[in-house]
């Protein structure tokens, strides 16, 4: 027998858990929708999206998460970013931005996946979200004013729209047999905390080298989280050392801004690519987060574009139900996809442009990055695009306010 629901979510990832709880959050109690959520993963602690890793929440995206009632509960699992410095290794170009330059507290956040996912989680369960898990779709058919699923456990579900949550290798996307823009960067990305003899007081750290840009947030316990991308040729070589070789190389390729690096945890690699759907929307379907856009991580621009996303879906979804209108028909999701269009286009642009720059060891590229790099610490208004970028502010969402009376 067929489950009709007001909304279906395909992964309960970061993307969609948020979307789930925004709504109910910003719909409030006398307006929350009936919503699905198909999750692969068989528990919370497996989700590829809840691992190890962390991200780096932009400011703006901690407004965002202030407006879904959600920030209160993260101010306890989050290490604020004072300072990000950003240095090329071996030459003179340098800059450093600070939060009293842009009148905020910080300039970010950086929060463990695992943590986050179970806050979402906590948070789902005061709301009549269900779950399907683990289940994937089969089988997915848009109707005149449904999208009907069959799930690998042969239930069957329907809804006037489906959003898809479920990441680069979106499932709903390539079940449409959607187009999808790659493109590979020839790089890979090696991931692991570190500790360092030096503590890293808040600072975060992106530094060009020859191998390729290194990045290290700084975590809880004094720890730090490294991003170090570069060719995926030497990447093999890197992973195969011991824990003491390892360190030596990052050493050698980051210098010793933060003493010496003493200990590295469980280290993992990836090739970077960039994956663009070719639309945000389709018949009765919206894509949100990865499924929208993977992108580089050079500048940990991904999340938070995806958290962009998810905040325009919301007020779209919003607007539209408010005034008793369609959520899965053309005006609504035409409607998301305009909200999106330049802020995608430029976050896109920004980030792959800044991987051309500075992966390229073309003596022209290292001279003019490190002209800029100083210029920028010297002149104040250079700094501010580049930091508007950093801090979420280039964009023009609307700002969400909850329609619960009891919030």
Same mark, same amino acid.
């Given at each position: 027998?067929?489950?009709?629901?007001?909304?279906?979510?395909?992964?309960?990832?970061?993307?969609?858990?948020?979307?789930?709880?925004?709504?109910?959050?910003?719909?409030?109690?006398?307006?929350?929708?009936?919503?699905?959520?198909?999750?692969?993963?068989?528990?919370?602690?497996?989700?590829?999206?809840?691992?190890?890793?962390?991200?780096?929440?932009?400011?703006?995206?901690?407004?965002?998460?202030?407006?879904?009632?959600?920030?209160?509960?993260?101010?306890?699992?989050?290490?604020?970013?004072?300072?990000?410095?950003?240095?090329?290794?071996?030459?003179?170009?340098?800059?450093?931005?600070?939060?009293?330059?842009?009148?905020?507290?910080?300039?970010?956040?950086?929060?463990?996946?695992?943590?986050?996912?179970?806050?979402?989680?906590?948070?789902?369960?005061?709301?009549?979200?269900?779950?399907?898990?683990?289940?994937?779709?089969?089988?997915?058919?848009?109707?005149?004013?449904?999208?009907?699923?069959?799930?690998?456990?042969?239930?069957?579900?329907?809804?006037?729209?489906? $959003? *898809? =949550?479920?990441?680069?290798?979106? @499932?709903?996307?390539? /079940?449409? !047999?959607? %187009?999808?823009?790659?493109? +590979?960067?020839?790089?890979?990305?090696?991931?692991?905390?570190?500790?360092?003899?030096?503590?890293?007081?808040?600072?975060?750290?992106?530094?060009?080298?020859?191998?390729?840009?290194?990045?290290?947030?700084?975590?809880?316990?004094?720890?730090?989280?490294?991003?170090?991308?570069?060719?995926?040729?030497?990447?093999?070589?890197?992973?195969?050392?011991?824990?003491?070789?390892?360190?030596?190389?990052?050493?050698?390729?980051?210098?010793?801004?933060?003493?010496?690096?003493?200990?590295?945890?469980?280290?993992?690699?990836?090739?970077?690519?960039?994956?663009?759907?070719?639309?945000?929307?389709?018949?009765?379907?919206?894509?949100?987060?990865?499924?929208?856009?993977?992108?580089?991580?050079?500048?940990?621009?991904?999340?938070?574009?995806?958290?962009?996303? $998810? *905040? =325009?879906?919301?007020?779209?979804? @919003?607007?539209?139900? /408010?005034? !008793?209108? %369609?959520?899965?028909?053309? +005006?609504?999701?035409?409607?998301?996809?305009?909200?999106?269009?330049?802020?995608?286009?430029?976050?896109?642009?920004?980030?792959?442009?800044?991987?051309?720059?500075?992966?390229?060891?073309?003596?022209?590229?290292?001279?003019?990055?490190?002209?800029?790099?100083?210029?920028?610490?010297?002149?104040?208004?250079?700094?501010?695009?580049?930091?508007?970028?950093?801090?979420?502010?280039?964009?023009?969402?609307?700002?969400?306010?909850?329609?619960?009376?009891?919030?």
């Amino acid at each position: 027998m067929k489950q009709q629901f007001d909304l279906i979510i395909n992964g309960g990832g970061m993307a969609g858990a948020t979307l789930a709880w925004g709504l109910n959050y910003i719909l409030g109690r006398d307006n929350a929708l009936n919503i699905a959520i198909i999750e692969s993963s068989n528990d919370d602690t497996n989700h590829a999206g809840f691992d190890a890793r962390v991200i780096a929440l932009s400011y703006g995206s901690r407004q965002l998460l202030e407006q879904l009632g959600l920030w209160q509960a993260y101010q306890a699992i989050v290490t604020p970013i004072n300072d990000i410095s950003v240095t090329d290794r071996g030459h003179w170009g340098q800059t450093t931005l600070t939060p009293q330059e842009f009148n905020v507290p910080h300039l970010g956040y950086v929060v463990e996946l695992a943590d986050s996912g179970q806050l979402l989680l906590d948070k789902l369960a005061q709301t009549n979200v269900t779950w399907f898990r683990p289940n994937s779709i089969t089988e997915l058919t848009q109707t005149q004013s449904n999208v009907e699923l069959t799930l690998r456990d042969g239930q069957q579900l329907s809804a006037p729209l489906i $959003v *898809a =949550a479920d990441g680069g290798f979106s @499932t709903v996307r390539q /079940l449409l !047999n959607l %187009d999808n823009q790659q493109t +590979s960067f020839e790089q890979s990305a090696i991931i692991a905390n570190i500790t360092t003899s030096q503590a890293h007081q808040g600072v975060a750290y992106e530094r060009f080298s020859e191998h390729g840009p290194i990045a290290l947030l700084p975590m809880s316990q004094g720890r730090s989280s490294l991003v170090w991308s570069m060719k995926s040729d030497d990447v093999d070589a890197i992973m195969a050392l011991d824990d003491n070789g390892f360190l030596a190389a990052l050493q050698h390729a980051f210098g010793y801004r933060l003493g010496t690096f003493e200990k590295a945890g469980k280290r993992v690699s990836y090739p970077l690519n960039q994956t663009l759907a070719s639309t945000l929307v389709h018949h009765r379907v919206a894509f949100i987060g990865n499924a929208a856009q993977a992108l580089h991580p050079i500048a940990g621009q991904g999340f938070n574009l995806g958290l962009r996303d $998810v *905040a =325009a879906l919301i007020h779209q979804l @919003t607007e539209t139900l /408010l005034a !008793n209108g %369609d959520i899965g028909g053309f +005006s609504c999701l035409n409607q998301y996809s305009e909200l999106r269009r330049d802020d995608r286009q430029h976050t896109i642009l920004a980030t792959s442009g800044l991987v051309s720059v500075f992966s390229n060891q073309h003596w022209p590229l290292v001279f003019g990055r490190n002209l800029g790099l100083s210029l920028s610490n010297c002149v104040g208004a250079l700094k501010k695009p580049v930091a508007h970028q950093m801090l979420g502010w280039n964009h023009n969402l609307p700002i969400l306010k909850s329609h619960n009376s009891a919030s």
